[in-house]
């Protein structure tokens, strides 16, 4: 099924647009799990079982996973997500981006050897690196546009002097993801909850792209905020551009005690319904 309608059904029948990050720390695993690498899957797995009824998408981190050698435990935990929550779409958060011969590579890795329905990608290095990706029918690009680290600003808001109304470099990014670059809907953009402003001005430019929003909780964005700025809707209610707003580390360490599982979804249904009052 193609992403964008996988994710809004999914969203409508959990009412959520809460996104649990898979973000995996063996150091802050509970109990007899702590520092075990080779619990990974058994933490994350444990995570998705309490949560999957109150998330519109799961988004594993791969670097998580990869710098532990524990991607045969992604790949279990992909098939596992698919068996118990195959509703929920599942974005591989990896931010690759490189030229079109390499960038088929990891197209291969997130789409066949992963089986996301997502992926993010840095748009720096131009369109023809996206290309690949967006040649698999459905699936989701999502790129990085205003992202919500301190550093994001560096380069994502300086203005081009080259593009007609010098544009910030964000500002084009979003324009070129709305139009052109979208030739197939399945692009989406990556904006921080850290500054709802330019989620705000994002959504002007990108009316109708999926927004990912990733910075509520663990690093303090504004998730009531985050909602009033990206998600849109027409006259009658229906959502015509929707947000993923995504937590990982306030959801998945929310207790460091064996109640983690249950810990983690209590946070998950505070942050579900703190969005949803928001709408
Ligand atoms: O692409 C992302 O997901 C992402 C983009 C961004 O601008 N900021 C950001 O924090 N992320 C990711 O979102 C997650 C945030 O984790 P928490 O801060 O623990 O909720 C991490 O996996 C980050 O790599």
């Not at 810990?263 to 319904?273: F, I, K, L, P």
């Amino acid at each position: 099924m193609i992403f964008t309608e996988q994710l809004l059904r999914v969203q409508q029948q959990h009412q959520s647009l809460l996104c649990v990050g898979l973000d995996p720390e063996p150091s802050k695993f509970p109990g007899a799990w702590k520092g075990q690498p080779d619990r990974i899957y058994d933490f994350c797995a444990a995570i998705v079982d309490a949560t999957k009824d109150l998330v519109c998408a799961f988004k594993p981190q791969i670097a998580y996973f990869a710098a532990h050698r524990a991607e045969d435990q992604l790949e279990r935990l992909m098939a596992h997500m698919r068996r118990v929550a195959p509703s929920v779409p599942v974005i591989l958060d990896a931010k690759r981006g490189d030229i079109g011969s390499t960038a088929e590579q990891y197209a291969h890795e997130a789409f066949s050897r992963y089986q996301a329905d997502a992926v993010t990608l840095s748009p720096f290095m131009g369109f023809d690196t996206m290309e690949p990706f967006l040649k698999h029918p459905g699936k989701g690009v999502i790129l990085l546009c205003r992202t919500s680290n301190p550093g994001g600003s560096d380069l994502q808001n300086l203005r081009l002097a080259d593009i007609e109304g010098q544009p910030r470099v964000y500002e084009h990014i979003a324009k070129q993801a709305q139009g052109p670059w979208n030739t197939n809907g399945q692009i989406g953009l990556v904006v921080g909850a850290t500054f709802p402003e330019e989620i705000a001005r994002v959504r002007e430019l990108a009316p109708t792209v999926p927004l990912l929003i990733p910075g509520v909780g663990a690093q303090g964005g504004d998730a009531a905020a985050t909602v009033k700025a990206g998600l849109k809707t027409d006259a009658s209610g229906a959502v015509t551009g929707t947000i993923i707003v995504n937590s990982s580390r306030a959801v998945l360490y929310a207790s460091s005690g064996d109640d983690f599982a249950s810990a983690a979804r209590r946070v998950a249904m505070q942050t579900r319904d703190t969005l949803n009052a928001a709408r």
